[in-house]
């Protein structure tokens, strides 16, 4: 993993307030325009005491932070993992108003962390850590207010615990406080696999449609969490896609005829990584992502190709799955090196779409059937991509940018209709 430090271009908020001022150049949006997005509207920083299970107390930090509400109620995932802190969270929850806007979905941005190691930590603990984040967040949150949902090395089971906790406070069933739940307490049909599945319509139509990725791509995968695993599953399902690699936190692996994805997958879930899977080549992380692959996929964290390793990268095609894997250095270099990096406020937006349609069935209180839900999903997704490829034509710019200038502006028109600019 590329150290943030030593490439000197780790700050993620730094890099992406570094996008918006190239965006808004390019754009000609004025500065003072831009002044509103330099900053989050709120910030909650939490400090809260959890019993572990040999009964000491552990404090454990975590963070809210609502970064724009001018499209609607701020929406973004809760992430539990050691490097957690504040200037990560306000990218994080920009990025998702960006996101939000991209996907034209009537939302602001936020996110939210805890900063902890949960792989230390046993069943029983993480759902005392999950309640006592919401019980901290509970006034500062609600189904018009700002809407959490899962994130890195958080799940639908953590989603359970912490509605749970939210409605005990509240008295009465608040299930649209938060998202990326259960179905059995109000989830929908699926969000487990949103995230993947929209990322994997856009390949599919830059394939099928552009012809901007060639026959049977051959497809590097790092990270095999939630959304490395199912996109892998997806393309393999459909067919037509070669997996040639995948990584997870142990490692990677490689066979350049193809993996066997569906065997990979019952390794994983039996021995917890992909590494040592029979009859593959083993790489690390770094080599992975150097591999000479039509499509490469990070789907990890961010920061991973940086100025440090950018002119190593040999894929033609990157699909941001993760947020922030490219840092502002490395685009240029990418950009120059004619790599298309499809950005992550576009990529991954098929989660927090299929959190919005969650969202809808909770407050009307009707659910729909699975195939709805990926009719939709597909439709949203490619809506939005061809919504950036127009703004990539127009300003003949790179889809990052593109992406950028969308969503500023609908965010700009936004304070400006409510008088805020
Ligand atoms: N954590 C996901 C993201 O980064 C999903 C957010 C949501 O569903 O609100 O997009």
């Known amino acids: 993993m590329a150290d943030a430090s030593e490439t000197g271009n780790g700050n993620p908020f730094e890099n992406a307030m570094k996008d918006m001022e190239k965006a808004g150049e390019i754009a000609n949006i004025p500065l003072e325009s831009l002044e509103v997005l330099k900053k989050p509207k709120r910030v909650l920083n939490v400090t809260y005491p959890v019993k572990m299970d040999d009964g000491k107390i552990k404090y454990f930090e975590a963070y809210r932070v609502q970064y724009n509400d001018a499209r609607g109620p701020t929406k973004g995932g809760i992430r539990f993992h050691p490097n957690v802190n504040?200037?990560?969270v306000k990218a994080l929850s920009f990025w998702m108003a960006l996101k939000c806007a991209v996907a034209d979905i009537p939302y602001g941005g936020a996110k939210g962390g805890v900063t902890l190691n949960p792989k230390e930590y046993s069943a029983t603990e993480i759902e005392r850590v999950s309640r006592g984040y919401m019980r901290a967040v509970h006034s500062f949150i609600g189904p018009m207010i700002d809407i959490p949902a899962p994130d890195v090395y958080t799940n639908p089971q953590i989603m359970a615990w912490m509605l749970d906790e939210y409605e005990k406070i509240e008295g009465k069933h608040v299930p649209a406080v938060i998202t990326g739940k259960p179905v059995e307490v109000g989830g929908s049909k699926g969000r487990g696999s949103s995230t993947s599945m929209g990322g994997a319509y856009i390949l599919r139509h830059m394939k099928d449609e552009m012809d901007m990725v060639p026959d049977n791509p051959s497809v590097a995968i790092q990270g095999f969490g939630n959304v490395g695993l199912n996109i892998a599953n997806i393309l393999s399902v459909w067919g037509g896609y070669k997996i040639v690699a995948v990584s997870d936190s142990k490692g990677g692996i490689y066979d350049k005829d193809g993996l066997d994805v569906k065997d990979v997958i019952a390794q994983?879930?039996?021995k917890g990584t992909v590494v040592g899977f029979p009859g593959t080549k083993k790489i690390t992380n770094e080599e992975l992502l150097e591999l000479d692959v039509d499509v490469l996929v990070p789907s990890a964290l961010e920061n991973q190709i940086t100025k440090g390793n950018a002119d190593k990268i040999k894929a033609k095609i990157i699909l941001e799955m993760a947020n922030g894997p490219v840092t502002f250095d490395a685009d240029k270099i990418?950009?120059?090196?004619?790599?298309?990096?499809?950005?992550?406020?576009?990529?991954?937006?098929?989660?927090?779409?299929?959190s919005y349609f969650e969202w809808v069935q909770n407050l009307k209180g009707f659910y729909w059937?699975?195939?709805?839900?990926?009719?939709k999903l597909e439709q949203m997704m490619i809506d939005a991509f061809k919504n950036v490829l127009e703004h990539v034509e127009r300003f003949s710019t790179d889809y990052r940018t593109a992406a950028y200038i969308l969503a500023i502006n609908r965010i700009l028109v936004a304070e400006q209709m409510r008088g805020s600019l």
Not at 334 to 354: T, W
Not at 369 to 375: A, K, Q
């Open 86 to 88: 504040l200037d990560e």
């Open 369 to 375: 059937v699975e195939d709805e839900v990926l009719l």
């Open 268 to 270: 994983k879930e039996s």
């Open 334 to 354: 990418l950009h120059k090196r004619g790599c298309v990096v499809i950005p992550d406020i576009l990529a991954n937006a098929g989660g927090v779409i299929v």
